[in-house]
């Protein structure tokens, strides 16, 4: 299923408030940090991992480093880091680079890290991909939140044909903007008038080949901002683009609390809700045949 699939969508956003009039470029780390992260501008990486991290989130950077991160991070053809932006609290700020100076996998970007801005924290992972991992073969990007399989996301990858500008993850087709309630999707009429929004991968987790990467980040830049990452560049500025949404069932993207370690081992992403530790047991469990 991809983006063929529509229900009467069109491009509903009425202000002309273009990403890039909110987006500072670059990045404020070190290239010592970025070269520990992609070696030679991923010349040896298959995949490389980008994870959208907030200041405050270090239980669950920990987490991954722990657990999949750490294990998959070692190979020479996986690369993970963890993306973020500046903050204003100074405390934070620094105990910030001391877990940077003893990690070397965190990437700053100009921009200040708070909820409404993780539109930005993704272009900011689209800049720093073409800058310096633009020879990795596919970049993942996923939340903290989220649990990756990334052996089954390698043989995934290395069954993929290459099909020419194609996106891959849990697709959302005929979704409605959440106009009511107290919670962080909730969109007025005034930023999207739409009944529904373009199809759109879910944000949990999805997978971009490297041969889309310089379309979706300079098209993003000159789309009005939309303050939701994954209807913004999958959906928005996908559709715009032409792109492909490829609906892919190994991304289940939801928590599944009862989830079974034969289904886990299926599954390339889920939502964790912060059960990182206990999933990897599952995912690693000796003594389970899978058929």
Request: glycine content about 6%; proline content about 4%.
């Amino acid at each position: 299923m991809s983006s063929e699939v529509t229900c009467n969508v069109t491009n509903y956003l009425t202000l002309d408030n273009k990403a890039k009039y909110y987006y500072e470029k670059g990045h404020s780390n070190n290239t010592e940090v970025y070269e520990r992260i992609c070696p030679a501008n991923g010349e040896p990486v298959q995949l490389l991992i980008l994870i959208a991290t907030a200041p405050v989130n270090y239980a669950k950077r920990m987490a991954i480093r722990q657990t999949w991160g750490g294990h998959y991070g070692l190979r020479r053809d996986v690369a993970v880091g963890f993306m973020l932006g500046r903050t204003e609290n100074p405390f934070i700020e620094r105990s910030l680079r001391n877990e940077n100076h003893l990690y070397g996998d965190m990437i700053r970007g100009n921009f200040v890290d708070r909820p409404r801005n993780v539109t930005l924290k993704t272009v900011s992972m689209l800049e720093w991909t073409l800058k310096y991992c633009f020879k990795a073969n596919y970049l993942l990007k996923a939340n903290d939140d989220a649990f990756i399989n990334v052996e089954k996301l390698l043989e995934f990858v290395g069954s993929l044909l290459h099909e020419e500008r194609s996106i891959y993850g849990q697709l959302n087709v005929c979704s409605k903007p959440v106009r009511s309630g107290k919670t962080k999707n909730q969109v007025s009429w005034k930023d999207f008038s739409g009944p529904f929004y373009p199809p759109f991968l879910s944000g949990t987790a999805y997978l971009l080949p490297s041969d889309v990467l310089s379309e979706l980040y300079n098209q993003s830049l000159n789309t009005s901002f939309f303050r939701l990452e994954d209807v913004f560049l999958t959906g928005m500025v996908a559709e715009t683009l032409g792109i492909r949404r490829v609906d892919a069932k190994e991304f289940g993207n939801v928590w599944m609390p009862w989830i079974s370690p034969c289904k886990l081992r299926k599954t390339i992403a889920l939502e964790g809700k912060g059960q990182h530790l206990q999933l990897w047991e599952k995912l690693l469990r000796p003594g389970v045949w899978c058929q």
